[in-house]
């Protein structure tokens, strides 16, 4: 299911009754799109009257609906070239219905009863076309997948007892809680259905301690085309909350869940289904990943078979379209099969994944493990943290280049806005090199402050913005030291530096600016050496135990850490902007002998286990490049393996094999990089669990 043809039909608004139709078609072989209608502008009218006079007759409504869009001959044409070609591949056909702003009424059709005008089969029962509603989004945050075993899902049932005075019926809490569970299956999962839980301000707390799935149970209303929810006003009684407060506080979330399942309750009108049908789109372009809304009436049977035969396949491959469209096949002998709704801006379909190393020409992945333990245990790993490793505890630094891109209005392309070395390039130029270490300080202090509000070693209340650079700084360590004893207090979640520093390892070299692994290390019992990469003078200027001690040799107990980029301490040693990360590349190639020699050794003499970087991060593609500049290029063929974590992201690097040629292109072409399939907490977690 890897490989999935993918075609988009899109709509535009044209006056009247007339829609602008527009076709893509994309191989999953080739990186060209093909664009069949692009010579002339074809059109498609809907008459919502006659579709309604069949609601009830879905064969007879899906088939009408397919003569009104496939009624230019050449629309039709495409779309049987596009089946065709999918099916001569055995690629499943991944068919997204784009439904332009301008156009928002056609959501009001029911899409899921379409009918293929050839054969009059419903397009939405079909495991060999994946039929999703798909909304383009303003959120240009990375959709960060996440492993299978780590999905969490929050479900609110807002069954108030007052309902009656908003004429709406009562909801049965408890059987309603059932049929959640029931669908949700063994997944973990936290329930908001008691007097005063159901509120939207409790539902948001909730989803800023991570939630994947939010499942929601509630009465709606549209108003004036403006969808509203009827939630639980805090104190057990009944509040009207517009759909619009709904969206903005969802997306104002760190991490918004991937999923958002919409299902009206048994008991409720038409009306209700009217406002999630008509919330779930709105939550898709807003950035939720994945809203399934209900778009019409829904029996207690077909819920309660329809909802447990969606997770269960979902568990499959964590590919939200494929599972409904199994969900869909499980009642399709029910005349409300195709109640709903998937609105999504996921190019793969996909919700979770399963950490591990990839499969690769050398054989199965979980061989890699063994010769990284061996290499462990002989104290010939050589540890190359990332900055990801930290992301937990102050956000990524994505994130950190979003905000400072609108706080000083950032004027390049959107796409630029998460590339730090190009916003602090932007910043150094219209502020000064001066300002950047202050703003990347004040982030991170009021990051922390928000992410561990209770219990902080300070007044919650200090704003950044109002101290200084020497203040900032001190701060920034005490709130450090304090996300991290938090982190490390939770038995059952290992915390990534205190897993490292309980490695055979005399060596670290770290690309994160922090203190965290020098904390590990401490609280470990040993007594590390931090040195910084000489690439400019302020950190040239930094103390090194090399000048006391020109002969220390890093030991288990006594070990190295050699931060590449700098300190948050040494705010000036920092290498942030585009132009500095040239400045580094250039002094460390040149000045190679201000490398410590046991590091140049290990370097080349030791197995490289890459931690916390993504592959297209500038750090970890400078550190590369000034790797290969090292002498014993040829050494490091002679290990097992060099093993290189990844992070998949939805739209990114959701290629293992294409992440290892990268890898490999970096390492001349080395056949021992071996690729962790996996954010740095799944590597962690398995590792601790190997050891």
């Keep these: 299911m890897d490989e999935t043809a993918d075609l988009e039909l899109s709509l535009h608004a044209k006056g009247g009754a007339r829609y602008a139709v527009d076709v893509v078609f994309s191989r999953p072989d080739s990186q060209a799109d093909t664009r069949p209608l692009?010579?002339?502008?074809?059109?498609?009218?809907?008459?919502?009257?006659a579709l309604r006079e069949l609601e009830g007759d879905p064969a007879a409504y899906g088939a009408l609906l397919g003569q009104m869009l496939f009624a230019d001959p050449r629309m039709a044409t495409a779309f049987a070239q596009a089946r065709a070609v999918a099916a001569s591949s055995q690629w499943p056909l991944r068919l997204r219905l784009n439904i332009a702003d301008d156009a928002r009424e056609l959501h009001d059709l029911h899409w899921e009863k379409l009918r293929d005008p050839a054969d009059q089969l419903a397009l939405a029962l079909s495991e060999r076309v994946l039929f999703a509603r798909a909304l383009g989004s303003a959120d240009w945050r990375p959709v960060a997948l996440r492993p299978k075993e780590a999905l969490r899902a929050l479900v609110l049932i807002a069954g108030q007892d007052d309902l009656g005075t908003f004429n709406l019926a009562p909801i049965d809490v408890a059987a309603e809680r059932q049929r959640a569970l029931a669908g949700l299956g063994v997944m973990r999962a936290t329930i908001l259905a008691g007097r005063g839980q159901p509120a939207l301000a409790t539902m948001l707390a909730q989803l800023r301690r991570g939630c994947d799935i939010l499942y929601l149970v509630a009465h709606g209303a549209v108003v004036d085309g403006e969808p509203w929810l009827?939630?639980?006003?805090?104190?057990?009684?009944?509040?009207?909350?517009?759909g619009s407060e709904i969206v903005s506080g969802l997306i104002d979330l760190p991490a918004p869940p991937r999923l958002i399942i919409l299902a009206s309750c048994a008991s409720a009108g038409d009306a209700s289904r009217g406002a999630l049908s008509a919330l779930g789109p709105r939550l898709a372009a807003a950035g939720i990943p994945a809203v399934i809304a209900m778009q019409g009436p829904l029996?207690?049977?077909t819920n309660a078979r329809l909802m447990p035969a969606f997770f269960r396949e979902l568990g499959e491959d964590g590919r939200i379209d494929r599972a409904l469209v199994a969900a869909r096949q499980a009642v399709a002998d029910q005349p409300d099969w195709w109640a709903m709704a998937l609105f999504t801006r996921l190019r793969s379909g996909r919700i979770w994944y399963e950490p591990g190393f990839a499969d690769d020409r050398r054989g199965r992945g979980d061989e890699k493990w063994e010769p990284l333990l061996a290499s462990i245990r002989d104290e010939e790993c050589t540890p190359i943290i990332g900055p990801d490793l930290a992301e937990g505890m102050i956000g990524s630094r994505r994130d950190l280049a979003r905000h400072l891109a609108d706080k000083f209005h950032f004027p390049l392309a959107p796409e630029d806005r998460e590339g730090l070395p190009q916003v602090t390039q932007f910043l150094a130029f219209h502020k000064s090199l001066q300002f950047l270490p202050v703003a990347v300080l004040q982030y991170f202090v009021g990051e922390i402050q928000r992410r561990y509000k209770d219990g902080l070693p300070c007044d919650e209340a200090v704003?950044?913005?109002?101290?200084g650079r020497k203040e900032l700084m001190g701060l920034l360590n005490t709130l450090l030291d304090h996300a991290w004893r938090q982190r490390s207090a939770d038995p059952a979640e290992p915390e990534p530096h205190c897993v490292l520093a309980a490695l055979k390892v005399p060596i670290y070299v770290s690309a994160d600016p922090s203190d965290l692994l020098v904390n590990a290390l401490r609280a470990r019992g040993k007594a590390p050496e931090?040195?910084?990469?000489?690439?400019?003078?302020d950190a040239r200027q930094a103390?090194?135990?090399?000048?006391?001690e020109p002969d220390y040799d890093p030991t288990l107990q006594r070990p190295l850490v050699y931060q590449l980029f700098g300190s948050y301490q040494r705010p000036d040693s920092l290498v942030l902007t585009e132009d500095q990360h040239f400045d580094y590349l250039i002094g460390v190639t040149q000045n190679k002998d201000l490398v410590p020699s046991p590091l140049r050794s290990r370097l080349a003499d030791t197995a490289l286990l890459f931690l916390g970087f993504r592959a297209d991060d500038w750090g970890f593609?400078?550190?590369?490049?000034?790797?290969?500049?090292?002498?014993?290029?040829s050494r490091r063929d002679h290990y097992a393996h060099i093993s290189a974590q990844i992070a998949p992201e939805e739209g990114r690097n959701l290629s293992p094999a294409l992440a290892q040629r990268y890898l490999e292109d970096y390492f001349s072409k080395s056949a021992n990089v071996s690729i962790y399939w996996g954010s740095a907490d799944d590597f962690i977690r398995d590792l601790a669990r190997k050891l």
Excluded: H, M
């Excluded at 009827?230 to 517009?242: I, P, Q």
């Excluded at 593609?621 to 290029?633: C, H, M, P, V």
């Design 38 to 49: 692009k010579d002339r502008e074809v059109f498609a009218s809907f008459d919502p009257v």
């Design 230 to 242: 009827y939630l639980d006003d805090g104190r057990g009684g009944t509040a009207r909350v517009a």
């Design 299 to 301: 029996s207690i049977e």
């Design 463 to 467: 704003d950044p913005e109002k101290l």
């Design 530 to 537: 931090v040195v910084l990469c000489p690439w400019n003078d």
């Design 543 to 548: 103390t090194s135990v090399y000048t006391s």
């Design 621 to 633: 593609r400078t550190f590369l490049r000034s790797l290969i500049s090292q002498a014993g290029g």
